[in-house]
């Protein structure tokens, strides 16, 4: 640390189109505000910088869903999410916004600048055109028919039914989001920056001058920089964002992953007159936190941007976590499969740190990790009561049972091995605990911080002050070891309160209250010692720092969970259920358009009989069916995975289009569709009311 005089901490903007989850969560903000937290207490000069990213796509795509403007979506989400993160303790310097005049001008400067440099190139190209409402198509603007699991609104560049990146012209019958027109081609003019003119530059500074960096982060830089890398559009078609600050530019805005890293300096800049200690001195240890969803961007892109405009320091350090994972699923807003932090909110008052702890003991370091809310309550039992409040607890009992409520002296002339020891473990814990935090290891770090309470646990048991003070008699004669032990034990609590600071804030200010001391007593110069709290001292009351979680209330979040896949169902073939704030659901299924009989006439419709079911290889929402239709068996591709057991279903009628044309759905070819029917989340199949022989037709 030595080598750096401030530190500059940012995490990623979160898109002001819905609230945060526990993915955003446990991916960069927990670990940004424990490092910060660190950092404060070693009294460094920090600066933590957040804010909400309020351009691109999702926004508009947001405000088209609730029938609103860009304005009053952002407005409606940048509160929601700030209210968040204020209530977990995520305690930025500042929260900003990109929709801020600050910003815009922050932005449109720094590409005029790298524009009057000649760093750009003008192109024409080809995009996608919406005749009815006039505009350029970002890929989020175009929907169609997935050529992977045939979800039929997957988007331009991702299907979100099962995963697949998509491009629009992969899409089978692609029309318009906003209209619902078949989009055309149209030329239009952009302002692209060549990235591999800084592909030299960054095998020097990132590839050979950061191998320290996490194992994902630089296995994903030196991917894309050793394929090659090519020039990329900084600018956009659209009328929401910041407008090119160019006179030949009418209907652009920069591209939101130009300017929303932007964000970090115009928020410094708002924060204060010295934004430029921050920026340009070569002194300031900048780091990222983000989620490995904008490795790219934050390691290639924006450095790339920094070093082209000249002047600006270029990041020490990208942590990335990878992505958290709920009840073994991926997390989807689209799906509404997410704990949202304002919801967990209410459900959880005053236990945002027992979110914090679990988060950071099951943190996706290394790998994607899972949350479950039985982990949750078991991580809360037998962790944070278990161990933690229950070590707090017992020394404050028993300190005013056996020491008359005050902090007890030491005695040298009957100190012992245990007691000489406990200064040792402290001092140990502290240096680990700094290794693992400067080294961005906060697992680690949070380990090691209640395996001193485990120590302490341990030291109490092994001394059993209780069993000296059995009798009046036994106490006198043994008053000397049992103060001893509770002052070493007070001493402890007085250390995990300085240890739980970075990632239990909350927590530690309750010890804080109950030992009657300020909180200054958290500067990390003070962890390791054995005089944070002084003899003949009153203190307060015990309190349990945590308290057991009721199953009632862990079953009530698995119901909801549980309601959501229900709610979910429609995906499995092809309608992606509503996300969190979406318009609600029509009551009834709105009637298709009138069709001639000839129409129906050109389907063949058989009942079959399944007599093979078996999951789809890394796809869960599909089962790969052997359907007997009498003349011959057909292997068909059906998202029902999540729905049916494939032992569930063996035997069972069902009634299939048969003249579908054949599709190749993860690389299975499917030959044919199972009728399905919906009912309040359930799927059914559409069978007859009788067995029938297989081949039968339906008409």
């Not at 029938?67 to 204020?86: G, L, M, R």
């Not at 909180?519 to 003899?535: F, I, P």
Request: net charge negative; aromatic share 10%; charged share 25%.
């Amino acid at each position: 640390m030595a080598k750096f005089n401030r530190y500059l901490i940012t995490a990623a903007l979160p898109y002001a189109n819905g609230p945060v989850h526990i993915g955003h969560l446990a991916g960069c903000y927990i670990p940004a505000d424990i490092y910060v937290r660190y950092l404060r207490a070693k009294k460094a000069d920090v600066k933590f910088i957040g804010g909400t990213d309020e351009h691109g796509v999702p926004i508009t795509i947001r405000a088209m869903k609730e029938n609103t403007t860009p304005q009053a979506i952002v407005d409606k989400y940048y509160k929601i999410i700030n209210d968040s993160f204020e209530a977990m303790g995520i305690s930025f310097d500042i929260f900003s916004r990109t929709s801020r005049e600050i910003h815009h001008k922050t932005s449109a400067d720094f590409f005029l600048k790298m524009y009057n440099d000649g760093l750009f190139e003008t192109r024409e190209s080809e995009q996608y055109f919406d005749e009815v409402k006039q505009v350029f198509l970002a890929d989020r603007y175009i929907i169609g028919t997935c050529p992977n699991c045939g979800n039929e609104r997957a988007y331009g560049d991702q299907c979100e039914v099962c995963g697949r990146t998509l491009s629009p012209e992969e899409l089978i019958n692609p029309r318009s989001a906003l209209s619902d027109a078949v989009p055309v081609k149209r030329k239009t003019t952009h302002w692209y920056m060549p990235l591999q003119n800084y592909e030299p530059w960054l095998k020097e500074w990132l590839l050979d001058g950061h191998k320290e960096w996490k194992n994902n982060v630089y296995g994903q830089c030196k991917s894309w920089i050793d394929s090659g890398l090519q020039s990329r559009a900084m600018t956009r078609d659209s009328n929401w964002g910041i407008k090119v600050p160019l006179p030949d530019a009418e209907g652009k805005v920069l591209y939101v992953w130009f300017d929303a890293p932007i964000g970090y300096i115009s928020a410094t800049k708002e924060l204060t007159p010295n934004w430029a200690d921050y920026w340009c001195k070569e002194d300031t240890k900048l780091v990222h936190f983000i989620g490995k969803d904008n490795i790219v961007f934050h390691c290639i892109i924006f450095p790339s941007m920094l070093k082209a405009h000249g002047g600006f320091v270029l990041p020490d350090n990208v942590p990335a976590n990878e992505f958290l994972n709920l009840e073994g699923e991926k997390i989807s807003t689209s799906r509404n499969w997410a704990v949202w932090v304002d919801e967990y909110l209410q459900d959880f008052p005053d236990q945002q740190d027992v979110l914090r702890y679990v988060l950071c003991s099951t943190a996706p370091e290394t790998k994607d990790n899972d949350f479950t809310w039985k982990d949750f309550q078991d991580r809360n039992d037998n962790e944070l009561v278990g161990n933690l409040s229950n070590f707090v607890y017992r020394t404050m009992v028993l300190m005013h049972k056996l020491c008359g409520g005050k902090v007890p002296p030491i005695h040298a002339d009957v100190k012992d091995d245990k007691d000489d020891a406990v200064l040792p473990m402290l001092q140990a814990a502290k240096q680990k605990i700094e290794d693992a935090l400067e080294n961005y290891r906060f697992r680690e770090a949070l380990q090691e911080m209640m395996n001193v309470s485990r120590e302490g646990n341990r030291y109490l048991q092994e001394k059993q002050p209780w069993i000296l003070a059995k009798t009046p008699e036994l106490q006198a004669q043994n008053q000397a070891v049992i103060d001893n032990c509770l002052h070493m034990c007070l001493q402890i609590t007085a250390n995990l309160a300085i240890f739980a600071n970075p990632f239990m804030p909350f927590t530690a200010k309750k010890i804080c209250h109950l030992l009657k001391v300020v909180d200054r007593m958290l500067e990390w110069e003070n962890a390791g010692t054995l005089n944070l709290v002084k003899v003949g001292y009153s203190l307060r009351a015990p309190e349990m720092l945590f308290t057991k979680i009721e199953d009632e209330k862990i079953k009530a979040q698995v119901d909801k969970l549980q309601a959501t896949k229900a709610a979910a169902a429609p995906a499995a073939n092809g309608t992606p259920a509503p996300a969190k704030d979406a318009a609600p659901a029509k009551e009834a299924v709105a009637p298709k358009a009138e069709i001639q009989y000839d129409d129906f006439a050109k389907l063949d419709l058989r009942v079959g009989t399944i007599i093979q079911a078996e999951k789809v290889e890394k796809a869960d929402k599909l089962l790969k069916l052997l359907v007997d239709i009498g003349t011959e068996k057909r292997t068909v591709v059906s998202g029902i995975a999540m729905h049916f057991k494939p032992e569930e279903i063996v035997g069972k009628q069902v009634t299939l289009v048969a003249n579908l044309a054949p599709r190749k759905m993860r690389g299975i070819e499917s030959q044919g569709m199972i009728l399905m029917a919906e009912d309040n989340g359930k799927l059914v199949f559409v069978n007859p009311a009788e067995v029938v022989a297989p081949g039968s037709g339906v008409s």
